[in-house]
């Protein structure tokens, strides 16, 4: 009888440590949110078409079309989506319909918050200082804990980049830490370096300007050896609506090993709203 109570008292324990991390990690998830979305321009300038006139054709044809002339040029967004998340191997996917929300704040970070109907739930986030993936089932319990090194960062600033491309341009004008180039007459290559740090993305360019495809070479560990490396990733965009001024994808699939036989769809996004929300007022 005393060996099931001590028993029961290291589970309960064990619980109550759980929930002081489930606590802590959204404390986590609380300030990095506030930290990005004070980010936000608080006297944004306004997009003149002529300021990209020195630019390789195709990244002037794709920053034309994603910003509006006199656009205000906010470079933090939010985002709700729905769609399908898969937590399987390639192989086999298993698909489950997630609830998801986000913030982009290229070049300094994001944060993205997944819920899945199997009781998996969670939050990815990256910056050039720090990044964690933490993930658990029922709330409670963790089934990934992952980051806080130099190959979860650089993983991170990959792809946080690439996402700036369709989802806050005016992040992307050419600028400190930003270049473009053109390596084919359909093709704009942008590259952003943030410290130590360095992302270039390819953008496959209608000739209306939209961003068909997004492109790159991440550092990535999906692969059968687990071991970081460079290998492609990237995805397709549709379905674009005009927002605040941009106009963005509402509809993204992305996966690992874009553009190769081995390619694998992970992420299926299906956009519920973009916004471009103000700076938050500061605290009295």
């Not at 709700?80 to 191997?89: A, D, R, T, V, W």
């Amino acid at each position: 009888m005393i060996f099931l109570w001590l028993l029961l008292g290291v589970f309960a324990i064990a619980l109550l440590g759980l929930a002081a991390l489930r606590v802590l990690d959204a404390r986590d998830d609380r300030a990095q949110w506030r930290r990005l979305a004070a980010l936000q321009p608080v006297r944004p300038a306004v997009f003149d078409p002529q300021s990209v006139a020195g630019l390789p054709e195709p990244a002037r044809r794709f920053l034309r079309f994603a910003i509006a002339p006199g656009a205000p040029l906010l470079t933090v967004a939010e985002l709700h989506m729905g769609g399908e998340f898969s937590l399987g191997p390639p192989d086999r996917p298993v698909y489950q319909p997630m609830d998801a929300r986000q913030i982009l704040a290229a070049p300094e970070g994001f944060l993205w918050t997944l819920r899945l109907p199997n009781g998996v739930s969670g939050s990815d986030f990256g910056s050039p200082a720090r990044g964690w993936t933490r993930f658990r089932i029922f709330g409670l319990f963790p089934v990934a804990r992952l980051g806080g090194n130099a190959d979860h960062t650089r993983a991170a600033f990959g792809r946080y980049v690439a996402e700036a491309v369709f989802w806050t341009p005016a992040a992307l004008l050419p600028g400190p830490g930003v270049t473009w180039e053109a390596p084919g007459p359909d093709t704009a290559r942008v590259t952003v370096t943030r410290g130590p740090l360095s992302q270039a993305v390819d953008i496959e360019v209608a000739p209306d300007g939209r961003p068909i495809t997004v492109h790159f070479q991440r550092w990535s560990d999906a692969n059968p050896e687990r071991r970081y490396r460079l290998q492609p990733f990237g995805g397709v965009l549709s379905d674009f609506r005009d927002v605040q001024g941009f106009r963005v994808p509402f509809a993204v699939e992305a996966g690992s090993m874009f553009g190769t036989e081995a390619y694998f769809p992970f992420f299926r996004a299906r956009i519920a709203e973009v916004r471009f929300p103000p700076p938050p007022a500061p605290r009295p």
